[in-house]
């Protein structure tokens, strides 16, 4: 165990965060995004038990966003004729995101296919257990300072 790394954080995905460079991206997937299937690139670990909110605080209280992107932060758009109302965990996303980076967390919305793509080529996929729907979020590393 090691101080001020929150519990939360697995050796394997302390691990995996600690080998990310800038630019990297990580995709913290809720519970029904094909992890597995996606991961062309990149390295999946398993956050089972634990949802989307709670990893994006502790991974945010480890690493920064990038700031030399407009918005280092992506989330899936609501499907055209989906009859669900804007998701209640954007707004989580949002206070959590103010928290840590609050001059800085500027939000992309992409249609699902083209968030598919790009989760393709991130360098992370952390797969939780989230039940929210539209709760996948690609966050963008920065310089660690």
Known sequence: MLRGIPNIISPDLLCALAKLGHGDEVVIAD??????????????IYAAGHGVPEILRAILSLLPLDTYTEKPVAL???VEGDTC?????WGTYERILAEFEPEHHEIE???RFDFYERAKKASLIIATSETAIYANILIKKGVVL
Not at 85 to 89: A, R
């Open 85 to 89: 109302k804007t998701p209640e965990i």
């Open 31 to 44: 519970g029904n995004f094909p992890a597995d299937t996606m991961a062309e690139k990149g390295t999946v």
């Open 109 to 111: 919305f992409m249609d």
């Open 76 to 78: 899936m758009k609501l």
